[in-house]
């Protein structure tokens, strides 16, 4: 029941958000801040009861919680967290605070309304890393489509419309897919079996023909790689991170495209197994594509959201190497990569916002030197770079070497390509440094270091970078709560 | 004794942390006290346990100690472990003691300096980083220092970044670098594949039974971490970042681009020896990679004007010789040098950053001259460093440990005559620049006014270094001469023993040769460059010889190659492509749709006339369809 109440408090949450803001749109702003904050205490007190104690190889899952919901189509109301869950949920109501956060001074209209989206975008987050009901999760998923659609078409910059219809566009072509394979598999399944379930559980056990699994696998898939993304179903992704508002790039780069990731995990490994073991090869492939392809295209960039969200699309492209190599090294490495990509690269987005907030450009040719003038948000870009180009110490190197050292088992020709990804994210980081905060100073006015919000957002993120590169064994056993 | 290995480490760690943290508020007299006084009490930490070491060797030949669990996934383990032997010893003295002396001189060669915690922060986690890889049980912490490591030489680099110059020299050096990390790290998970273990000693003790010599695997996992020590090492074809690394400040050059971190290959591939044994092939390699670049750099030392490239070309030649020592089998020999060079390079940079500073940041050393009176205690500290780099015999550290290489560069069981005709000719190049340079910078007359001499916190660390460039080298002695092995007695113990041939020539004689070529390479200098000084002006005219000269200058070219194979066409490439192709195909259908749209909207123009002609064309279509089917 207490995960009902997750997402309950997130989404009552939004709509008080949205009622009050008529009267004080800054209770909205601390009524959203609470709802994500009175979950994450809630989460972490699940996590301290059940997480830290010793656990049989039978039990994997936490808490569940199962109701019925339509029962005459055997769809329920099935939600249950185990390790997998526990890690992104977490990440979740994370990230989600240091959006509400991120957004108390950018958002000057529609308040109300705006974190009413926000709150539901976490919500159907939430929803879609707990639901074993399939229909729930797509339920879920198309929840945390629209608010996210509407926070870049009313919050975003100037080429929001555009951005906002192709990201609409996109996933729900993907979703609607899923749907098909959801429905097919609920049919083929109900067929054979004589009970027709949506339940995760019953629909484990379904034995179907390969060419059937095939099919329906694809269409799973599709839908998940263009959350991912993957290349060639990138294309989305830089206009959507470079429109949205900074909060919403945050929760696109560090939630939504995790969904994809989990849903793989979740869903296509275990319902079709072998056929998923028939296609590794080539979705490492896809996944090394993906590496160099969104490295080289981030090299390139001259605006500063959009070269961060090309080095989105390189590293995931290591999340679908490392899943489809089917390695307990390499899937570790892949909830590592999750979660601090997650927390770097949604810094890094953080960091684009507040300087976009100062200089009013994203181009960084109008940029340089600023260093000067902001040494302290320099010295958390240098940190967040060097995350993001994989430097130990810091998260994203566990991830990294932890895929690579597991994928390398799997296929020695394809991670020695994957590794040439390590070179290139040092190409694309430096880069931006350099053009950044390095070089002669361009800007004349005097610009203002992080303010103490500010301060409390990138220290957050710092902090939590650096313990999970130097204690990652705290993740990696509550992941192994699963693997058992 | 082991509970306090931690500290070495920390200490810098701590430091780091302090001055990153609240440098800003801190008075320029705290930042120097914290950012060299914990890099002094982590050498004085190093030099006791050091103590205890030699006066008490641990039972296994190390000290460990093992701080947290740091990974554990399925068969992969790997803790945040230190363990030091003899050979890692070695490495933490000079990080520590050289460190310390580098930090106490940068107190005040930096003083002036808008950013004097950036600069001290930088430089305590360069130490802590160097100190990590060093200090590293296994390979996963002690790639996290060799990154660390990377990372702090980027930073320092790229100190004044405020000229896009230094900014393009810091990358450019980060870049090539981690070319051969990636190299280092794939050979890092071949390693694991094979033998399920990334902890030093473990590898250690199950390559000789889970290898079979001389296969390809073998070879494949030793060139992979030699290949990431020629990176980090500057060797021939990854060398050509150090010479553009000089746009740091002069300590740094000195602590990272000479005395610590350009070693660190060396270390890398003493510490891996169980797996370079195991690859006859792969140690040839290594021989001929460090013969190749001493050669290299050493003649692009002779052309150079700018005072710290002539040095940064000679360090790129030093650690050459360490890597054909490495490869002919003479471990403790190329460890000797590293030991011998950290103390006199690290002088040779930080007396040239007082050259430097005197005369408000001038680097040409043919505006420099006459500097012998003017600036005294910097001319006899630069003369020490500068014999030694020379070798001149038996007055300097330089002359020892080179002596031992070039000897076991025919002798030892991996060497052969033309390695040795190459390190002798690198003796006679470097006895030749060095004279050059000395000449040219302390004697003539001079040709800018000094501003200030250094202060005593830059004088000190020069006289001990100085000292330390003459008399480091007396507890080795050729075994010929006199019977004093302190040096290899030690670090013996974390080493293979060296197999030399079985009919070797006298050694007597190889020395005469190797002193008379040092000797002719200093009386050529001096012919150059003091005594007929003609010589070079008719050279100048001969265009072979000029373009010769010039060829040495670029570095050989290796810019100019790089930028064509690799840089322009990825440039190229990734430019052309700014706009995403694949984008292409999504608006590709939104362009088709609307073409369709454009043409089906024709048949809605509201005309009642037309909706009737297509209804009946409907319904004739269709009732046709029935009477033919």
Redesign the interface.
């Known amino acids: 029941m207490i995960l009902v109440w997750l997402i309950v408090v997130l989404l009552s949450g939004g709509m008080l958000c949205w009622l009050i803001a008529r009267w004080n749109p800054m209770a909205a702003k601390w009524i959203a801040l609470f709802a994500v904050l009175a979950d994450l205490a809630i989460l972490m007190n699940i996590w301290l009861q059940y997480g830290r104690g010793t656990h049989t190889s039978t039990d994997t899952w936490m808490i569940q919680y199962q109701t019925a919901w339509i029962p005459s189509f055997g769809i329920s109301f099935h939600v249950a967290i185990d390790g997998l869950s526990m890690i992104l949920l977490l990440l979740t109501f994370f990230l989600g605070t240091l959006a509400v956060l991120c957004s108390w001074k950018e958002i000057h209209n529609r308040t109300g309304f705006y974190y009413f989206n926000l709150l539901w975008t976490l919500a159907g987050i939430s929803g879609v890393f707990v639901a074993l009901d399939l229909f729930l999760f797509y339920f879920f998923w198309e929840v945390m489509l629209v608010p996210m659609y509407l926070l870049i078409l009313i919050w975003g910059d100037k080429n929001r419309r555009y951005a906002a219809y192709?990201f609409f566009i996109f996933t729900q072509a993907g979703g609607l897919l899923m749907l098909l394979s959801i429905l097919s598999l609920y049919f083929t399944h109900g067929a054979k079996n004589g009970t027709y379930s949506y339940d995760y559980f019953s629909l484990l056990n379904t034995q179907l023909e390969p060419a059937t699994a095939k099919w329906i696998m694809i269409g799973f898939m599709i839908a998940f790689v263009i959350k991912l993304p993957m290349?060639?179903f990138?294309?989305w992704l830089?206009d959507a991170h470079s429109e949205a508002p900074t909060a919403g790039s945050l929760i696109l780069a560090g939630l939504l495209l995790k969904t994809g990731a989990y849903g793989i995990i979740r869903f296509v490994l275990p319902l079709f197994h072998q056929a998923a073991v028939d296609i590794a090869w080539w979705a490492m492939l896809f996944g090394v594509i993906g590496i160099i392809y969104g490295a080289?295209?981030a090299?390139?960039?001259?605006d500063i959201k959009r070269l961060i969200a090309y080095t989105s699309v390189s590293h995931m492209g290591f999340v679908l190497t490392g899943i489809f190599a089917f390695?307990?090294?390499a899937m570790?490495g892949v909830v590592m990569q999750i979660v601090t990509h997650g927390i770097s690269t949604g810094a890094l987005f953080v960091l684009a916002g507040m300087i976009k907030e100062r200089l009013h450009t994203r181009d960084i040719e109008k940029m340089g030197?600023l260093?000067?003038s902001m040494?302290a948000m320099g010295?958390v870009a240098?940190l967040f770079t060097?995350a993001s180009l994989g430097?130990?110490?810091l998260g994203n190197?566990?991830a990294e070497?932890?895929i690579?050292?597991g994928t390398?088992?799997a296929n020695v020709l394809l991670?020695?390509l994957a590794?040439?990804g390590?070179?290139f994210s040092?190409?694309y980081s430096?880069?931006m440094m350099?053009k950044v905060?390095?070089?002669?100073?361009t800007s004349g006015d005097k610009l203002t270091d992080i303010t103490a919000r500010e301060l409390i957002i990138l220290a957050t993120l710092s902090i939590a970078i650096v313990l999970l590169g130097?204690?990652?064994?705290t993740v990696?056993d509550l992941l192994?709560y699963r693997l058992h | 004794m082991q509970e306090v290995l931690f500290l070495i480490p920390a200490l810098p760690l701590m430091g780091f942390l302090i001055l990153?943290l609240a440098g800003?508020h801190l008075s320029k007299q705290v930042i120097a006290v914290v950012g060299a006084g914990v890099v002094c009490i982590a050498a004085i930490v190093t030099i006791w346990l050091g103590i205890n070491f030699l006066q008490a060797p641990p039972e296994n030949g190390a000290y460990t100690e093992t701080l947290?669990?740091?990974?554990?996934?399925?068969n992969?383990n790997c803790s945040?472990s230190f363990r030091i032997d003899a050979l890692s010893l070695v490495f933490l003295f000079v990080i520590t003691f050289v460190g310390a002396l580098i930090h106490i001189y940068s107190a005040g060669f930096m003083k002036h300096d808008r950013d004097y915690a950036?600069f001290f922060a930088s430089m305590n986690l360069f130490v802590c980083a160097m100190l990590i890889l060093v200090m590293a049980d296994n390979l996963?912490l002690l790639?996290?220092g060799w990154?660390?490591v990377g990372?702090c030489s980027?930073?320092l680099i790229?100190f004044w970044?405020?000229?896009?110059a230094n900014?393009?020299a810091?990358?450019k050096a980060?870049?090539i670098t981690?070319?051969g990390?990636?190299a280092m790290?794939?050979g890092?998970?071949?390693l694991?594949?094979e033998l399920g273990t990334l902890d030093i000693p473990a590898i250690q003790k199950a390559a000789p039974e889970h290898f079979i010599k001389s296969s390809p695997l073998i070879t494949s996992i030793a060139l992979l971490l030699l290949a990431g020590g020629m990176g980090k090492s500057a060797q021939v074809p990854l060398q050509t970042w150090l010479p553009d690394a000089m746009a740091g400040p002069s300590p740094v050059s000195a602590l990272i681009h000479a005395a610590t971190m350009v070693t660190a290959g060396v270390y890398l591939v003493a510490r891996m020896h169980a797996v370079f044994q195991l690859s006859p092939f792969v140690m040839n390699i290594t021989a001929v990679v460090g013969a190749v670049t001493l050669l290299i750099a050493g003649c692009s030392a002779m052309v150079q004007t700018d005072i710290k490239r002539i040095l940064a070309y000679s360090t790129i030649s030093q650690v050459g010789y360490m890597f054909l020592a490495l490869g002919v089998g003479a471990w403790s020999a190329g460890i000797f040098h590293f030991f011998t060079h950290a103390f006199f390079k690290a002088l040779l940079f930080l007396a040239a950053g007082a050259v430097i500073e005197s005369l408000h940041h001038e680097h040409g050393i043919f505006k420099m001259g006459g500097l012998k009176n003017k600036l005294p205690i910097v001319f006899y500290t630069f003369l020490a460093g500068a014999a030694a780099l020379a070798a001149l015999p038996f007055v300097s550290a330089g002359f020892f440990s080179k002596d031992q290489i070039l000897w076991y560069a025919w002798s030892a069981n991996g060497g052969n005559p033309l390695l040795w005709l190459v390190a002798l000719a690198g003796a006679f190049i470097t006895a030749f620049y060095t004279t050059r340079l000395m000449l040219v910078v302390f004697w003539g007359e001079i040709k800018t006014d000094i501003s200030e001499p250094p202060g005593r916190l830059m004088t000190w660390p020069l006289i001990i270094l100085a000292l330390l460039s003459i008399v480091a080298g007396f507890i080795e002695w050729p075994h010929n001469l006199m019977h004093v092995t302190l040096f290899s007695d030690v670090v013996q113990k974390a080493l293979p023993p060296l197999t030399e041939k079985d009919i070797v020539p006298s050694e007597y004689i190889f020395q005469l040769i190797a002193v008379a070529a040092t000797l002719t390479g200093i009386y050529t200098g001096y012919l150059l460059y003091k005594k007929n000084t003609a010589i070079v002006a008719k050279w100048k005219e001969v265009p072979a010889l000029v373009g010769l000269r010039n060829f040495f200058f670029s570095g050989w070219r290796f810019d100019q190659l790089y930028h064509t194979l690799f840089v322009r066409p990825?440039m190229f490439?990734?430019?052309l492509?700014?706009q995403?192709v694949?984008?292409k195909?999504?608006t590709g259908i939104v362009s088709i749709f609307q073409w369709l749209n454009g043409i089906f909207s024709v048949s809605q123009d509201g005309s009642v006339r037309t909706y009737v002609i297509s209804v009946l064309i409907g319904i004739i279509f269709i009732l046709a369809l029935q009477f033919f089917l």
């Open positions: 192709k290349v060639p990138h294309s830089p080289m295209m090299f390139a960039q001259t390695r307990e090294i570790q030197g260093w000067t040494p010295g240098m060097m430097l130990p110490v190197f566990i070497f932890l690579l050292l390398f088992q991670t020695v590794s040439t390590l070179v040092a190409l430096l880069r350099q905060f390095l070089g002669p100073t130097l204690y990652p064994q990696m192994s | 990153s800003r947290w669990r740091w990974m554990s996934v399925a992969f945040f950036r996963v790639y996290l990154e660390g990372l980027y930073l790229g970044y405020e000229t896009t900014v393009h810091a990358n980060f870049y981690r070319i990390d990636t790290a794939i890092l998970f071949l694991f594949r990825f490439v990734t430019s492509n700014k995403d694949i984008d195909i999504y």
